[in-house]
């Protein structure tokens, strides 16, 4: 029997998790992966780490080698570019992105996982040299070469989300920092007023300097630049490193499968794009969000990995068994020693997604108060609710101590839509080497619910 033949686009975590998954599962496949980068499959999450000089080597920070995939039986393509798809005849051309040779692949069944580009602005002097992106494996090595660079001392970086990593690294390295956004303070699209305020004082503790409420005009230099031009004044620089967002890779897929008027690729609830046999996953489509309770954009490793493992069992089926059930979304937010974790849906989302929300903040130490502050870091936790239901949206974690596992809690119970009532009744073990008699999610339901607190 003639193999059936799976065409995979893009060597990222959705790509790569969708090819190993058939690999894994299926017998009699044929198994091809197409990845426009020479590098494969880097992971953009891993470049502070590496950056700080905490990985093994920047040719590690990766999800697989192309000879992991050749070991299973599967065709790797790198270097290869994916320009058009005939649906006619079930083929994918690509071209080589080095000598511009094309050669089609065909294909019973594609997986489009493009996923992302890192935004540029399009203002005046954006082509003058030293203007970075904080994304991908070419820009990590550029990043590292500059932060080396005694010649570069000042560092403009644009982005009070994901770009305060590049300031965090920036100002390790001895540089002044100056971290640039429109917005009032630094990651306010992702957490409530106190947690923002925190990260406020803790970056300028640390030597950042803030330029928030800065509208971005332009650049200026000789060559390269050497200033940001802002509605506010010029910032002196050596170096910019932009970190404004992303925009889906999918300009070239436009009049084959329908997509949204921001280029995000329209699906189903099976993955399924407008054309038969064609489905997407990964950054650049929108799944469904199981607290908004409808589709949204959740750009992460871990949507990607649930998204091609999805699609992966149930490819072969003339009709899914079953839609895909939802993702939460989770991320980290850190500067220096302080971390937050965020999950499911903010106050601002939840209320833009039309839903009576409202959010209690709760602040505690860790362990029982009769052990040292010096061994006894204050911690927050955010619970974000329907205000009728009790349902849990949404929620967040910070603190200097490693609470990520709440956060985890968290996620469990926006996922299978637990009440306040679940989580301040919830058992969880109890040393005062860790934790307090009650949990601190415990403590956080109990003051949305009105308890008096118990110690």
Not at 427 to 451: C, E, H, T, V
């Amino acid at each position: 029997m003639e193999k059936r033949k799976v065409v995979i686009m893009g060597g990222s975590h959705g790509g790569h998790g969708a090819a190993f998954e058939i690999l894994n599962r299926y017998d009699n496949v044929d198994v091809t992966l197409l990845e426009k980068s020479d590098y494969v499959s880097f992971m953009s999450c891993g470049m502070k780490l590496y950056l700080e000089g905490k990985t093994t080597g920047i040719n590690d920070v990766r999800n697989f080698r192309p000879e992991d995939l050749k070991g299973r039986g599967g065709h790797m393509y790198n270097n290869t570019e994916a320009t058009e798809i005939n649906t006619y005849t079930n083929t994918v051309t690509a071209k080589d992105v080095n000598t511009g040779e094309t050669k089609d692949f065909k294909y019973d069944k594609l997986i489009i996982s493009s996923g992302v580009e890192p935004a540029s602005l399009h203002v005046p002097g954006a082509d003058l040299d030293n203007i970075y992106l904080m994304r991908g494996y070419d820009w990590a090595k550029k990043i590292d070469a500059a932060q080396k660079d005694d010649s570069i001392k000042n560092v403009a970086v644009i982005g009070a989300g994901n770009g305060i990593a590049a300031a965090e690294v920036m100002a390790k390295a001895g540089k002044n920092v100056t971290l640039i956004d429109s917005g009032k303070k630094p990651l306010e699209n992702y957490l409530n007023d106190t947690y923002t305020d925190i990260f406020d004082e803790v970056l300028t503790k640390n030597g950042v300097n803030l330029a928030m409420n800065n509208k971005v005009t332009g650049f200026s230099g000789e060559g390269k630049v050497e200033a940001v031009e802002t509605d506010h004044g010029k910032i002196k620089t050596d170096l910019v490193i932009i970190a404004v967002g992303v925009t889906p890779n999918t300009e070239w897929l436009k009049g084959t499968i329908e997509l949204y008027d921001n280029g995000y690729i329209k699906t189903d609830d099976y993955f399924r794009t407008s054309v038969v046999d064609i489905y997407a996953i990964g950054d650049a489509v929108f799944p469904f969000d199981i607290p908004a309770n409808r589709r949204v954009p959740i750009p992460s490793a871990i949507a990607a990995r649930h998204e091609a493992q999805y699609v992966v069992q149930h490819l072969f089926e003339t009709t899914p068994s079953r839609p895909f059930k939802g993702i939460v979304g989770a991320q980290v937010l850190e500067a220096f020693d302080t971390h937050a974790v965020v999950t499911g849906l903010s106050l601002k989302n939840a209320k833009k997604a039309g839903i009576n929300a409202v959010e209690v903040v709760f602040k505690d130490r860790i362990r029982p108060d009769y052990i040292p502050a010096k061994d006894n870091p204050e911690a927050y936790i955010s619970i974000v609710y329907n205000e009728d239901s009790h349902q849990v949206l949404g929620g967040s974690t910070l603190s200097t101590y490693d609470i990520t596992g709440q956060a985890n809690v968290l996620s469990l119970a926006i996922r299978y839509r637990l009440t306040l009532e679940d989580l301040a009744e919830a058992d969880f073990f109890f040393s005062p080497s860790f934790d307090r008699q009650w949990n601190l999610i415990n403590l956080a339901a109990q003051k949305a619910l009105g308890y008096y607190k118990i110690v």
